[in-house]
């Protein structure tokens, strides 16, 4: 295959697992306003529950029951989701600024759990041999079927997002980020509303670190860098349009496009720089999410473009 369509399959896939990502935070953050700085928490254990559903039995660890692949996936939506459950039940009543000190403390006791629980993770050393969807079809075959299962979650995933953003479930959770009080007075549960929103966003960001691992085919405490999860993915809602679906799809693609490109800027550093490489990237990232919250704070696509829109359509639905 040619180089430069192999690197474009790889950055497609590997955009639209953050895609992914930013649309679990922006049910999480764009519809509710829940400020769940714990990202990383919820994509690494369902990239571990995937692995260890999935791959063969081995001496080194516990696990490994060899199931198949979507039964992998549904795994680490489901344990994802009860990790985010139990987190939800206790912190869900705290304000948005303690909420996010407190996603902050689960991702790190996650983080130390897998690094050093080595009888379920095989602690830093990390598992190798994780099962690769479409492996049957060869390097170039896999890499294709690879990037196409990850665009069809996506879309699957974007067309849900958008049916339960337009239901009344929606506007409820809307309504909850825009004024809670108001919407305790109309006699909704406010906190299990909350509770819904956190655990379907939590259920698909495990969803995408299953599709993550299975395409790198390893995983290790290291893959799982709050910096390259959880930063990332709030500046691609944010640069994306927080509470717009398309934004938030847009965002992942732009910013891990720049992200891909500042790699390429820094290999033209000295090699005396070449340490800094990584701390450089990144700055260039904060100062990107910078100039949006300057210039262009509501994001590229903004709510209120997807508003407009939504009239418009049902204007032109009544007129039919």
Known sequence: MDPLLNYAIFFITIAGIYAVWTLALN???????????????????????????????????AGGLGLPLPV???????????????IGLITLNLRADYLAIATIGIAEIVRLFLKNEEWLTNGVRGIGGVPRPFSDLGPEGMALANMVLVLLCVLVIFLLVERARRAPWGRVLRAIRENELTVLASGK???SFRLQSFVLGAALMGLG???????????????????????????????????NSKGA??????IWGIWSGSQIVTGWLPPELATQAGALRMGLIGLLLVLVLLFRHEGLLSEEDQRRADIAREARQDRR
């Open 72 to 86: 992998g996936f549904l795994g680490a939506m489901l344990v994802s989701a009860i990790l985010a459950l139990l």
């Open 249 to 254: 799809v847009l965002g992942a693609f732009v």
């Open 27 to 61: 049910v999480q953050w764009g519809l509710t306003g829940l400020f769940n700085i714990g990202i990383v928490a919820f994509v690494a254990v369902g990239g571990y529950t995937s692995v260890l559903l999935t791959i063969e039995p081995s001496a080194t660890f």
């Open 189 to 191: 549960t406010v906190k």
């Open 209 to 243: 670190g299953a599709l993550y691992s299975h395409f790198v085919g390893f995983i290790s405490p290291e893959a799982f860098v709050p910096l390259q999860t959880t930063f990332l993915v709030w500046v691609m809602l944010i640069a994306g349009g927080s509470g």
